[in-house]
């Protein structure tokens, strides 16, 4: 069973930037795109960016294309999100995932299946 941890969130000031990590632990699937998702206060999930598998295919909400950056360490089955220019609409509790089916990733929240326990970010102003 895999098991998904974040790490990296906290209170940061508008324009600053934070790095968050997504550390797979246990059995992984063989090949598995990964993705964050966040979620602020009343408000539902939303999807930030995916990654494939081999990193050749990324996705980015149009709120943070330019802003933040996925990527992946295969090797250390370890997801990252750099966040940059952040924003105080950036604060909320954000999540990694693993795709239930397919090795491209998206956007579609029902197509992941494992969640890790989320961590906060919190942008002051």
């Known amino acids: 069973q895999v098991q998904l941890v974040e790490s990296g969130g906290g209170l940061v000031q508008v324009g600053g930037s934070l790095r968050l990590s997504c550390a797979a632990a246990g059995r992984t699937p063989g090949s598995y795109a990964m993705a964050w998702f966040r979620q602020a206060p009343g408000k539902e999930q939303e999807f930030v960016a995916s990654?494939?598998?081999?990193?050749?295919?990324?996705l980015y909400a149009d709120s943070v294309k330019g802003r933040f950056t996925i990527s992946r360490d295969n090797a250390k089955k370890t997801l990252y999100l750099q966040m940059s220019a952040l924003k105080p609409e950036d604060t909320a509790v954000y999540y990694c995932?693993?795709?239930?089916?397919?090795?491209?990733?998206?956007?579609?929240?029902?197509?992941?299946?494992?969640w890790g326990q989320g961590t906060q970010v919190t942008v002051s102003s």
């Open positions: 995932a693993i795709h239930k089916y397919a090795d491209y990733g998206g956007a579609d929240y029902s197509d992941y299946g494992v």
């Open positions: 990654i494939s598998w081999r990193s050749d295919r990324t």
